[in-house]
């Protein structure tokens, strides 16, 4: 028996992806291929190189090469995009769209050449339409095609909780839905901590003010960055949602998926609770909503699709 192991593409050598390719190297995951543009194809090697020298301290055996050549990312299970422009003080990510759909549509075409049976994962903002771009370039079915952004969101939402508690953040519980953009909906109805519902435990001022510090949780490390955006917490959400599917875990976790029908959407990339295992996306749960959760939901997908119809322009 020969045992392949595991191939992972990341594109995009920038803070996301460097960071990315470290923590899936930490965790052994899989071989990392790093890739950018040719023009910065020595800086790329080198970041790869740096990743790789590593190892021998921290113990991982994960292979990591730099290559701007997409025929080394051939036969990859997995391909996380993070190709594009980040966003500045005082852009929203809608402001990305027009020069990072192009980026998306040209690295998707590689990815359909030369992995074509691997599971992808977009990152670029603004995620859900480049999610979409990524699925109409594609053509791959749609459990393989899936957009990151309610892992993060969620992972600050919990933040915030487990701080106004000060309990740990691993007994804290909750999601969000809907887009990866100021109008998402984090549901407090189905947020808890040690099973115990936060609207007991947390007034309905500070559940406020938590919600909406969760809402423009990227503009917040914007701020603070002053030149580009974050880069931690979203190579560690694309870290989970990739061992996940590695792992065949089936966890239960917000991803952006493809709507046929489901919360009344057609033909729309939104964030959703799913089944993430080694077949991507394997469900879809539909929550039932309040009425004046589905109101925000509802907002939160025209903004979508509003950023969708540019890039299909
Ligand atoms: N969905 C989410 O939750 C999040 C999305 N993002 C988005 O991820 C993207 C990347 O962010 P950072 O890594 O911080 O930016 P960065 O500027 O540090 O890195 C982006 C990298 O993409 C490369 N690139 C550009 N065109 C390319 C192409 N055609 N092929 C291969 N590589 C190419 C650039 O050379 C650069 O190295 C941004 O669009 C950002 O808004 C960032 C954080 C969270
Ligand atoms: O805010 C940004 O531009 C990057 C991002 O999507 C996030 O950190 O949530």
Partial sequence: MTIQRKKITVVGAGFTGATTALMLAQKELGDVVLVDIPQLENPTKGKALDLLEASPVQGFDSH???TSNYEDTAGSDIVII???IARKPGMSRDDLVNTNAGIVKSVCENVKTYCPDSIVIILSNPVDAMTYAAYQTLGFPKNRVIGQSGVLDTARYCTFIAQELNVSVEDV?????GGHGDDMVPLVRYSSVGG???????PADRIDAIVQRTRVGGGEIVNLLG??????????SLVQMTEAILKDKKRIIPVIAYLEGEYGYQDLFLGVPTILGGNG??????LELTAEEKAALDTSA????NVISIVNI
């Fill in 64 to 66: 990591i090469v730099g």
């Fill in 82 to 84: 993070t190709a594009g």
């Fill in 173 to 177: 519980r909750g999601f969000v839905l």
């Fill in 196 to 202: 115990i519902p936060i609207d007991t435990l947390i």
């Fill in 227 to 236: 030149n580009g955006s974050a880069y931690y917490a979203p190579a560690a």
């Fill in 281 to 286: 996306i394997e469900k879809i749960f539909e």
């Fill in 302 to 305: 025209d903004s979508v699709r």
